[in-house]
C-alpha cells in the first residue's frame, strides 16, 4: 500500500508580496494569518474603489483581478483561502492555526467556508454594485444585512458548540482568521449582533489582541487618514 504523501513544509521564508485593499475583508484574512504566524511581507495597495486592480500587470498575479494576491516561491497564488492554506501547509510550525484533532480541524474548515464561500461573497463590492444598479442604493444595504443575518443564524448556531476562548476551541485558528474580518463587515453594514451573543464575545475578545488591532484597515498605510 502506498503511503500518503506529506506537503512539503518550509522553514525559511522567502520573500512574500501581499496585493491588496485595506478594506477587503478577503485581504484582511490574509493580513492576519500573516501577522498570527510572524511572516513578514511587502505590502502592494489596489485601491479597487477606482478600478486599479484592473491593470494587466495585477492580472498576471490574479487572473480574475481580485484581491488578495500573494507573489511567493516564485510563483503566484489568488483567493483569501488558496493563500491562508498554502502558508498553514507550508509552515505548520509557525504558530500553527489548524487543530491536530480531526474533528475540530473539520469544525474550523466548516466555518470558514460558511463565511468564504456563503457569506461574504454575497457582500463584495461587486455583487453590491449589481444590487444598486437593479434595486438602488438602499437595496444595496439591506441585501448586505440580510445575508449577514442569513449566515450569522447559522454560524451563531455553529460555535454555540464549537467555540471555547476563541472561535473553534481555546486555541487560534484559521477560523478566527475569518471570523474577524466577517465581524468588521456586520458592523460596516449595521447589523445588530444582538441575536448572536457567541460571535459578538469572539469578536470583542479577539479585538484585544496585538496581531488583530495590527490587521484592522484602519491601521493600514492605504487607510485614508
Known sequence: MSKAREPTKGTEVGAVTLWGFY????????????????????????????????????????????????????????????????????????????????????????????????IQPLQNLGCLKEIEALAGPEERFKWAQDHINIGFTALEQLLKKAAGKYTVGDELTLADVFLVPQIGNAHRFKVDLTPYPTIDRLGKALLELPEVQASLPVNQPDAPK
Request: proline share 6%; hydrophobic share 45%; with cysteine.
Open 23 to 118: 478594506a477587503s475583508s478577503c485581504t484582511w484574512r490574509v493580513r492576519l494569518a500573516l501577522g498570527l504566524k510572524g511572516i513578514p511581507y511587502e505590502y502592494k495597495a489596489l485601491n479597487i474603489s477606482n478600478g486599479e486592480h484592473k491593470s494587466e500587470e495585477f492580472k498576471k498575479v490574479s487572473p480574475l483581478q481580485y484581491v488578495p494576491a500573494v507573489e511567493v516561491d516564485g510563483a503566484a497564488i489568488a483567493d483569501s483561502m488558496a493563500i491562508v492554506m498554502y502558508f498553514e501547509e507550508k509552515f505548520p510550525d509557525k504558530r500553527p492555526l489548524l487543530p491536530v484533532d480531526l474533528l475540530a480541524r473539520a469544525t474550523v474548515r466548516q466555518v470558514m467556508y460558511l463565511i468564504g464561500a456563503n
